[in-house]
Every structure is written in structure tokens, then in C-alpha cells.
């Protein structure tokens, strides 16, 4: 299936999406919208999803050209800034996706010479704002977090509209300041000094007796865990500031998620009086969740979320395509990624199967996610880019599943039957903020808009 003739097109409908997003949600973060009304759930501070937003914005000045795109999403980044020092791998999505598209976006100077900036430079416009903000935003809104990413965050907070209203969240901290401030720079600069600070700080928490950096306490519950989403984003920031340490991260989630050997499943560090495939009934399928037992030093599964998550299982995807992609990562564990990739490819539904996979694959007649396809897709056209035998097929499988998506599953624009939390039905067939984001982003790298290398 060639992208040839639709490719284009789709990712013009999404750009001109993000516009129409913006202007219900205002300066507030989107999460999901309702299918029915298209009212939005937004958040005051981004919360995990927040760098998608972001990402989405960096994604429309770089096909727009338009100096106030860019100076929409560098206002944006720079209200992520609080999550830099944050309790919470979840880092990783908010400040790469939030920063990683920053400098390639076309700066002021850039657009009156017509050519694409590589980033780093300073010129005119709005820079880099700085603080967050308490009792202000769009709609009126209640209630403390922004929802649960499988049990990441609690609490639901919604309002779209004019006027203000309070809220409080759990997350990134309680400060108050001033949202913005004018003054030189293109945005470019303060979202890469951004990046550089979140990756130092993540470093700073990487534990190097466990070999993680830890889910963290920033949402509550136990801190000591380690999660598919915790893996995405956080490799290539990390690897910034430190590839053995982001190649260290990636490895201790593979033991636990794929098995210490990606060929027989068989996992190290584990309860070893647990027969932990039969207790969670899971054959070959990736066990998203861990919680290291202070008292026994030892990795028992958690509950929920539980293996068949179709979104984890494209997490760990994206996360080891991003490490093979990284020679300075890949080095500190020749052949253990590679590994990896074929036992990820070989599930059903990744290079076989359905093009959009049910949330939950124990389920197929369940809601279906169009997230999980999109965070697929992207993460085959990097795989694409790996040398090695099944690079055409991780080519071909992307181009049909964006396809599928573009054609079959996105209306004016907005990618539909997205799936945030099947168990608990929160938002089963909904527009997602970050299935808008690599949807958009695989269309782009497909229209050679984005060089996903760097991405």
C-alpha cells in the first residue's frame, strides 16, 4: 500500500484539527473528547499527556511555517516546565514529545528566508515562559488529576468554554507564578534547555541498584514501580545526558516485561515460588506491570494493568525502536533490543493480525484503541529504518495501518476509537490527545515532513 495521493491530505485535516482544538480548550491541556458532543477533558498542567499537546502544536508550525504557530507551541512547552523536577518517569512523554519536534520547527528568521531552521537559534518573538498557574483557565472545572492512565493518575477534571474557574491537581506541584513572559528567542532554545534539565533530572533518579528509573510518587500510589509507559520518551531523553543509563532502563523493564531472555520469557528478579505466566494467565504476552517488594527484593506483577494491554505492548515497542535507532545504547546490550523487537514483532497484531487492535487483545470484542495502532505505526517506521530483515515488512505494516487509521477511523481530522482505560469503560471509543499526536507524527514522517531519527 503506497502513502502516495492520501498521506498529504490526512495529515492537512489533522493540522487544521489542532486549530480547532485550540480554540476549545484554550490554555488549558486537552485529554479525551467525547465522540458525541466533542467536549474535551482538559487539564491545568498537562499531567502525562501534556508533551503531546505540545508535540502537536510543534508539528503544525513545522508544516505551517507560521511564526504564531511556533509561538503557540513554545508557550505551551514552557507550561510544562514545572514537570521537569517532578516525581514521575512519565517525564520521558511529557519533555521529549513536549521538546523533541522544538528544533525543527521553522523559526521567524527562517520563514522570511523560506528555509527550515536546524535549531538552537535565537531571534525574535515570544519566548520561553516560566511558573504555573493557580484558578485560571477555560470553563469552569472541578476535581484534582485529569484521570488514570491504567492507574497512573486519579481523579477526572473536565470544562471546555470561555470564563475561569479553580482546580486543583496532583502532580507537578503547587507553585504559583506568572504564565508568561515576552522576551527574545524563538522558543527553540528554552524548549531544548527544557529537554536538558528533564533528562539531568531523570538521571539524578535513576537507581542504579535497581536499574530504573522508578515510576515515582508524582501521582500517587507506590513509587517502586516499573511500567511499559515507563519506557517510552524517557529512553531518548535519558540517552541524552546518558545512554548506559537509558539503556540500563529499557533492559531491567524488558526482564520484567518480555523475561530476562526476550527468547524463552524467562525473567530474573521474579518471585521464583510464583509461577508468574500461569498466576496471570498470560502465554507470550509482555506482563506491563511491576511492584518491587522492599521486603524480599523481588519484582512481583501488579494487578492491573494487566497483559493483553494493546497500548503497552506498543510502548515497549516505540521504546525499543527508539534504543536500536541509538548506537550509544545499543552498544551497552548488543543483541538484548534486537531480541526484543523480534519477540514484539511476532505478537500478533503488530506485523500480523488486525491493523487496529482491541484495548484489551484478551478481548476482541472489545473497544477497540486506535492509540495503541498509531504508537505502532511509528514505532514500525523507525523499526523501518534498522537494518535487518523485516525492515520492509515493518515499512509496508506502518504505511497500512496509518492507512487504515486515516481512512477508516478519523473524521475531519480527529482520530476516533481511541481507548484510554478499557477496564474501567473511562473514555472506550473516544478521541485521544496523544492518538491525534502519532498519528499525526507517523503521516509526517510518511510525507518527509519529520526525520523520526531525531524524534
Not at 23 to 50: E, I, K, N
Not at 226 to 250: W, Y
Not at 282 to 299: C, F, K, N, Q
Amino acid at each position: 500500500m503506497s502513502a502516495e495521493g492520501w498521506a498529504g491530505p490526512a495529515l492537512a485535516a489533522v493540522t487544521e484539527r489542532v486549530g480547532v482544538i485550540e480554540r476549545a480548550v484554550g490554555d488549558r491541556f486537552p485529554l479525551y473528547a467525547d465522540p458525541a458532543d466533542g467536549t474535551w477533558t482538559t487539564t491545568g498542567r498537562g499531567a502525562w499527556t501534556g508533551g503531546f499537546w505540545a508535540g502537536l502544536l510543534w508539528l503544525r508550525a513545522l508544516r505551517t511555517r507560521a511564526a504564531s504557530d511556533r509561538r503557540a507551541a513554545a508557550a505551551c512547552t514552557a507550561r510544562l516546565e514545572p514537570w521537569a523536577g517532578a516525581d514521575t518517569v512519565t517525564r520521558g512523554l511529557i519533555l521529549w514529545y513536549g521538546t523533541a519536534l522544538a528544533d525543527g520547527a521553522p523559526t521567524p528568521g527562517d520563514l522570511r528566508a523560506g528555509a527550515f531552521g536546524t535549531g538552537g537559534r535565537a531571534g525574535s518573538g515570544t519566548g520561553a515562559a516560566t511558573g504555573t498557574r493557580a484558578g485560571s483557565g477555560t470553563g469552569a472545572k472541578t476535581g484534582t488529576g485529569i484521570g488514570t492512565e491504567t492507574g497512573s493518575e486519579t481523579g477526572t477534571e473536565t470544562g471546555t468554554g470561555t470564563g475561569t474557574g479553580t482546580e486543583t491537581e496532583t502532580g507537578a506541584g503547587t507553585e504559583t507564578g506568572s504564565e508568561t513572559k515576552t522576551g527574545t528567542g524563538t522558543g527553540t532554545e528554552a524548549a531544548l534547555l527544557l529537554r536538558d534539565r528533564a533528562a539531568r533530572a531523570l538521571l539524578a533518579d535513576y537507581d542504579p541498584a535497581l536499574g530504573i528509573v522508578p515510576w515515582g510518587g508524582a501521582f500517587g500510589g507506590p513509587r517502586l514501580l516499573a511500567r511499559a509507559d515507563g519506557v517510552p520518551g524517557t529512553v531518548p531523553l535519558l540517552a541524552t545526558v546518558a545512554p548506559d543509563a537509558a539503556a540500563d532502563h529499557l533492559r531491567h523493564h524488558l526482564d520484567l516485561c518480555l523475561g530476562a531472555d526476550a527468547r524463552t520469557g524467562a525473567r530474573a528478579g521474579t518471585d521464583a515460588d510464583t509461577d508468574t505466566d500461569a498466576h496471570i494467565g498470560i502465554g507470550p504476552e509482555p506482563v506491563p506491570a511491576w511492584r518491587h517488594d522492599g521486603a524480599t527484593g523481588l519484582w512481583r506483577p501488579c494487578d492491573e494493568p494487566r497483559p493483553g494491554w494493546s497500548r503497552g505492548r506498543a510502548w515497549l515497542l516505540l521504546a525499543v525502536a527508539d534504543a536500536l535507532l541509538r548506537p550509544g545504547v545499543t552498544a551497552r546490550a548488543p543483541g538484548r533490543f534486537a531480541d526484543a523487537a523480534r519477540r514484539l514483532l511476532a505478537l500478533d497484531g503488530v506485523l500480523t493480525g488486525p491493523l487496529v487492535p482491541p484495548a484489551d487483545v484478551h478481548r476482541p470484542d472489545g473497544p477497540l484503541d486506535t492509540s495503541a495502532a498509531a504508537i505502532t505505526a511509528v514505532a514500525l517506521l523507525k523499526l523501518a529504518r534498522v537494518p535487518g530483515e523485516r525492515s520492509g515488512a515493518c515499512a509496508d505494516r506502518a504505511v497500512a495501518v496509518l492507512g487504515e487509521l486515516a481512512g477508516r477511523h478519523t473524521a475531519d481530522g480527529a482520530l476516533l476509537d481511541g481507548c484510554y482505560e478499557a477496564g474501567r469503560g473511562l473514555a472506550p471509543r473516544h478521541e485521544l490527545i496523544w492518538g491525534d499526536f502519532f498519528l499525526a507524527l507517523g503521516l509526517a514522517a510518511l510525507t518527509g515532513l519529520v526525520d523520526l531519527s531525531h524524534v
